[in-house]
C-alpha cells in the first residue's frame, strides 16, 4: 500500500477471553473436548431465560413497530423508565437526553473511547476487563495506563496509587471503575467511590462506571452506583440485560450520563458520541422495548435475588475449592460471576508442566509455551492436561500471575469437578517444577 493503513493502536486490540480460544481449538483438534471456562456467557454455561420473560419477549416480537428504526439515543419510552430509575436512586439527577443505548457495552465502550481526544488518557484498574483497557489503549496508540487493585486487600482499588498517577499525569482526562468488577470479583463500598469522586473534582476529570454487574452482589455486598455519589462531577455509567436476564445475544447496553451541565467540554465530547451513534442510525429496537416491561414485572426482583444467592453459593463452592492450594492467593468474590487465583511471587517457573500421555500433543505444548507468560504456560498446559480453557491473568492487563474462571457452569456434578481438577493441577503444576523439571504427577488421568 502506498499509505500505511494500520492505525497506530491496532496492536492494542487484545482480548485474551476469547484469543485463547484459537490455542484451545487447536487442543481440541488433537482429540481433547474442551470445556470452556473462558466467557462470561451464563446462557451457553446452561442458564435458561425465565418462560415469563420469553413470553415478553415473544409479545413484543409480534409487534410490527418492533421491526422499525427507532431515535439514535434509544426507544423515548425506555429512556424515560431509565431515566426514572436514575432518579428513584437519589443522587444525581438525570433526563431522557442523558440515557444513550448502544449495541450491548461492548459498542459503548468502542464509542465511548473512540470519541475522545486521542493525548485524553482515562486510568482503568489493573488487572482490568480486556475489552476497556485494549479500547483505552488502542485510542491512545500507547500501554493502557492503570492503577493497582489489591489482592491483599479483597481487591479493592489502591487509591494512593490512583491519586498519585491522576496528580503526575495530566494526560489523564477520566478515571474508569468497574464495579462489581470482572475479573475479582471486588464490590466497591461506598467511601472508595466516594474518593474516586473526590479525586475526579479535585483534578477536573471525568469518571467512567461499568455497572454491568449491578445486580449481581452477594456475600454481604451492598451495590452502590455512581449517580448515587457522584455529585456534581461530570461522568458515566455503563449498564446493560446481558448477564441480568441473561440476554448477552440481545447486544443491548446504554450509558447513563450524569452532569452534562456542569461542564461544557464534556458535554461536547458526550454530544460527538451520540453523533458517532447518529452515523449508525440506531441500536436493535426489540430488546430496548422489552426492557420496562420487564424490569417492572413483580417476578424480577425475585429472579435477580435468586441468582444472588445461586453465585454466592458457586463464589463459595470456589474458594472453598482452592482456599487450602499452597502457592496461591484467592479471594472471596462478593459480586460478578468470575473466580480469579493468583500465583504466590515466584511460585511459578519454566520447568513446570502437567504430564500428558501423547506425546504429538506434548511435543506441540512445548512449543507452544516456549515465549509465552508464566501464567499462560500454566492456562495452556491445564488445557492439553484436562480441556478447561480458562484465561490467564495476564490477558486483563495485569503483571500478577494468575488465571480467572466463570461462576457459570450450571450442572452441580461438572461445576465440583472442573474445580477439583483445577485446583489438583495447581498444585500439581506447582511441584512438578521441583525436581529438575520433571513433571510429578499424571494430570492425564484427570481428563474427561
Ligand atoms: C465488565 C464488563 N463490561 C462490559 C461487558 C460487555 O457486555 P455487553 O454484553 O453488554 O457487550 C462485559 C462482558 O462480559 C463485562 O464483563
Known sequence: MR?????????????????????????????????????????????????????????????????????????????????D???????????????????????????????????ARVLGPSPAYSTHSSA???????EHLSYRLDPADNWLPDIE?????????????????????NPTGAVYPREILAEFVRIARTYDIFLLCDETYANITYNGAEFVSLAEVIGDVPGMSLRSISKDLP?????????????????????????SIVDAKRLEVCSTSLPQSVIPAIFTDERFPLHLESRRRMFEARANEAYE???????????????????????????????????????????????ST??????KRFVYCLLAATGICVVPLSGFACDLPGFRMTLLESDDAKR?????????????????????????????????
Not at 503526575?168 to 464495579?179: E, Q
Not at 475449592?321 to 496461591?328: K, Q, Y
Not at 520433571?438 to 484427570?446: F, N, T, V
Request: net charge negative; aromatic share 10%.
Open 161 to 181: 496509587d490512583v491519586e498519585l498517577k491522576v496528580r503526575y499525569n495530566d494526560s489523564i482526562a477520566g478515571l474508569l471503575l468497574i464495579n462489581p468488577d
Open 3 to 83: 499509505r500505511n493503513l494500520v492505525h497506530p493502536g491496532a496492536g492494542q486490540l487484545k482480548y485474551e477471553i476469547r484469543q485463547i480460544v484459537l490455542f484451545a481449538q487447536q487442543v481440541a483438534d488433537r482429540g481433547i473436548p474442551i470445556t470452556w471456562e473462558n466467557i462470561g456467557d451464563p446462557v451457553q454455561k446452561g442458564e435458561k431465560l425465565p418462560g415469563w420473560m420469553k413470553e415478553i419477549v415473544a409479545s413484543h416480537a409480534t409487534a410490527d413497530l418492533s421491526y422499525s428504526y427507532v431515535d439514535t439515543q434509544g426507544i423515548p419510552e425506555t429512556r424515560a423508565f431509565l431515566a
Open 370 to 375: 516456549e515465549e509465552v507468560a508464566d501464567d
Open 136 to 142: 483505552e489503549a488502542a485510542h491512545s496508540g500507547y
Open 247 to 271: 440476554w448477552p445475544g440481545a447486544r443491548c447496553g446504554w450509558a447513563e450520563v450524569f452532569n452534562q451541565d456542569q461542564d461544557e467540554n464534556f458535554r461536547s465530547y458526550v454530544r
Open 416 to 448: 465440583a469437578w472442573v474445580l477439583q481438577t483445577i485446583a489438583g493441577a495447581v498444585s500439581d503444576y506447582l511441584a512438578s517444577g521441583t525436581s529438575a523439571g520433571e513433571p510429578s504427577i499424571e494430570a492425564a488421568r484427570l481428563r474427561r
Open 321 to 367: 475449592a482452592f482456599r487450602g492450594v499452597d502457592g496461591i492467593r484467592v479471594t472471596r468474590p462478593r459480586g460478578a460471576l468470575y473466580f480469579t487465583v493468583v500465583f504466590e511471587e515466584g511460585a511459578l517457573n519454566s520447568n513446570q508442566r502437567l504430564r500428558l500421555d501423547d506425546a504429538e500433543l506434548e511435543g506441540f505444548i512445548e512449543v
Open 85 to 119: 430509575a436514575v432518579n428513584a436512586r437519589g443522587g444525581t439527577r438525570v433526563t431522557p437526553s442523558d440515557i444513550i443505548f448502544f449495541n450491548g457495552l461492548g459498542d459503548a465502550v468502542s464509542k465511548v473511547f473512540g470519541a475522545l481526544r486521542r493525548e
